[in-house]
Every structure is written in structure tokens, then in C-alpha cells.
């Protein structure tokens, strides 16, 4: 077994401290095929563990874009669904957190910067800053091509294996978002609070290079905390990643830690999955969600597939 040690910089100007006042962490998703958004554990776990005793204290979710409509599919949309969050609750008088995440992350730069009256802090998890010349983007392409595919020959028993994920509409959304980098991530340099910044060391799509470059450009004060084994699906499960809520929960509220900052994780066995054979009009066997899509997709493991379905 690994003991799994997170790597944090350190920076004496970033004060921690528990908030006086109604304060939210709002939280923008990276790409996603599934409705259930990225934050939905991490939020979860808060209320948990730490709602009674940090009741001024709130986590919202924000869905730039529903993955099953394609009229959503828009990088204006994602920044006017962002905007909206941020305008209605500072006018209510919270004081704003925001994180984001993946593609995310550029948007949230630039919110960071047009509403600093409202945004107290940021938090970039696995930031995006490579785009095309990023070797796995190709594989998002190659799990739409695939799926469409099958759902030709096996129409709604494909749409059923896959059960929450969708990939309706997503070559355009994936424009959509190669967009939204390109377009914001020029704001990274106009950063000025406070940031947390998070990488998983097996991250493909937040590669070494986009980490560095972001890093470079942030103006305010701000940490790296780095994760041995982590990849770009950071935020997935409590089982796997409840250290990286600890850590974002205790920069945004003072929490305390509950889990061991070492944090010891174990190669889980490949369970022999028991299932009915089915059979197409052909004769054929049909393919399960893991069968078709697990070599395909980048942020698909064998984790997240259990729990979805």
C-alpha cells in the first residue's frame, strides 16, 4: 500500500480563518456527461459533517450547461449562468467564494476579476490551460463518435447500460468549451484574491505545463497543493478524494480535519461482475457501459461506473 502524502505550498499573507458573515463557496463543473454535478460529494460531505457548526456557511452547486441539452451547449451561456449566481448572491449580501473546475476554471478567473466587490476567494481545481495541444482531448471526440454509433445499432438498451451519462450534442460542447478556455484564460493573470490552487499528479488534461502556466500568472497571493496519484476526476468520490474536500473546506471556512491528512489508498480488486447476457435482434451480445466506454474516456474510472449505475 502507498501513503499518499499531499504537498502543499506554503504562503503566510493567505489567512484562514472560520467566516463572520453569510459566506457561500459557489461551484462551477468542469465537463461532465452525467447530470449529478461535480461538487454534488464534496457539498454532501459538508452538510454532513460540518452544518450545524458552520451554519452561516453554504456550498451551491452551479450547472454551466446540462449535458442532455444541447440549447445550453454555449460558452455565453456558461459565463451569463455563472454571472447570474454571482450577481444574485452578492446582492444578498454573501460574501462569494468561487471554484472552479477543469474548463472552468479560466471562466472563473475572469468572474474573479469582473466581480472582485463580490468574490473574496478562488479556487482552481485541476485548471485547463492546454487545449488542442493537449494529447487527451482527443478521447472526448472518440467517446462521442463510439456512443453514436451505438446507439444506432443498439438504441435505447445503449441509453439504459448508460443510465445518468449522456453525450447528446457533444462535439458541441466540446467546441463550446475549447472556446471558453481560449477566450478566459488571459484572466488568469488578472487574479488578485486569495487562491487555492489543486493538481492531481496523474492529471492528463491539467498537464504539468498548464499547472505552471496558471500558476505563473496569478498576480494575488496564492497555494499549490499538489496530489500523488490523483487524476482529473479529483472532485468524484469521498472514497477516493475526501482530503481534497477537507483541504478546499477548511481554505474556504476554517474546518477542521476529520480524515488523516495521510491518507493511505488501497489498489482496489476488479470484482467479478455478475450479469445477465443480453442479446441484440442479431443474436449478438450487447455491450456494458464499462465494456464500451472505460478505455475511451478520459475522466471515466472504474469507481465512478460502479456508482452510476
Known sequence: MDQVQVRKEVNENIRICKPARETILLCA???????THDSTPMMEYFNNNFREQYQNCHIVCVKLFEPGVKKTHRAKLFEKTLSDAIVSYGKAGYDIIL????????????????????ISRLILVAPVH???????????????VKFSKLQKKYGKRVANAVGRQTVVGLPGLLIAIFYSILKNRKYFKKVQQDTLL??????????????????????????????PKMSHGILKT?????????DILNFCFDTPYI?????TLTAQEKRQEVKNTALDDDGEEIPTFNEIFAK?????DEVTLEEDM
Open 29 to 35: 463543473n468542469g465537463f461532465q456527461t452525467q447530470d
Open 99 to 118: 471554484l472552479g473546475y477543469s474548463f472552468s476554471s479560466a471562466l472563473a478567473a475572469k468572474m474573479a476579476y469582473k466581480y472582485q466587490n463580490y
Open 130 to 144: 492546454d487545449t488542442l495541444v493537449n494529447g487527451a482531448i482527443p478521447g472526448y471526440i472518440e467517446y462521442a
Open 198 to 227: 489543486i493538481r492531481g499528479d496523474a492529471d492528463v488534461l491539467c498537464t504539468p505545463h498548464s499547472i505552471a502556466k496558471v500558476n505563473k500568472k496569478i498576480q494575488g497571493e496564492h497555494v499549490l497543493y499538489a496530489y
Open 238 to 246: 469521498l472514497k477516493l478524494n475526501g482530503v481534497v474536500y477537507e
Open 259 to 263: 480524515l488523516e491528512k495521510n491518507v
Open 296 to 300: 475511451i474516456d478520459p475522466d471515466c
